[in-house]
C-alpha cells in the first residue's frame, strides 16, 4: 500500500509554477508590510483515502485544495496578477517527485476582485480557489 502524500510537496510544486511565471509568491500569506504586487497560496491539507484511492490502495490519489490571491495597489493590477496566476496554473500539472499530476483546475468561479482597507495602505484582492490532484 501507498504512503499518504505530502501535502507540502504539492503547495511547493506549485508556488514553484507560479514563480516561474515571473510572480512574488507568498505560501501561507505574506509577511508584515509586504509590498507590490503578489500572489499568496493558502492550502488546505491534502485530501486522501478510499474515496479517491482504490481497495487495494486506499492512499493512491490525493487532492489538494488551495487558494490564491492576488493582491496589488490597483484593482488592474490585481486582474493582472490574477490573468498571470490563471495562466500558470490553469491546466498545468505541476511535477511533484514520484506521482502522476492531472491538471489543476478551478475548484469554483473566480470572486470579485475587491478592495482591502483593512491595512494602512488600501490592497486590491483577485481569489481564486483551485484543485490539484495527483496518484501513484
Known amino acids: 500500500m ?3 502524500a ?6 511547493d510544486a506549485i508556488v ?5 511565471a515571473s510572480l512574488t509568491v507568498y505560501p501561507g500569506g505574506a509577511p508584515e508590510g509586504a509590498t507590490g504586487n503578489y500572489v499568496t497560496v493558502y492550502a488546505a491539507g491534502g485530501l486522501s483515502g478510499n474515496h479517491t484511492g482504490t481497495l487495494g490502495d486506499v492512499y493512491r490519489d490525493l487532492t489538494v485544495s488551495f487558494q490564491t490571491t492576488a493582491v496589488a495597489d490597483t484593482h488592474e493590477q490585481a486582474l493582472l496578477v490574477h490573468d498571470k496566476t490563471v495562466t500558470a496554473l490553469l491546466g498545468a500539472a505541476p511535477s ?9 483546475w478551478f475548484d469554483e468561479a ?5 478592495r482591502d ?3 494602512a495602505q488600501p490592497r486590491y484582492l483577485a481569489v481564486a480557489r ?3 490532484r495527483t496518484s501513484v
Open 117 to 119: 482597507d483593512a491595512a
Open 2 to 4: 501507498t504512503a499518504p
Open 110 to 114: 473566480p470572486q470579485p476582485v475587491r
Open 6 to 11: 505530502s501535502t507540502r510537496e504539492h503547495i
Open 130 to 132: 483551485w484543485v490539484f
Open 96 to 104: 511533484v517527485s514520484g506521482r502522476s499530476p492531472q491538471p489543476i
Open 16 to 20: 514553484a509554477a507560479l514563480e516561474a
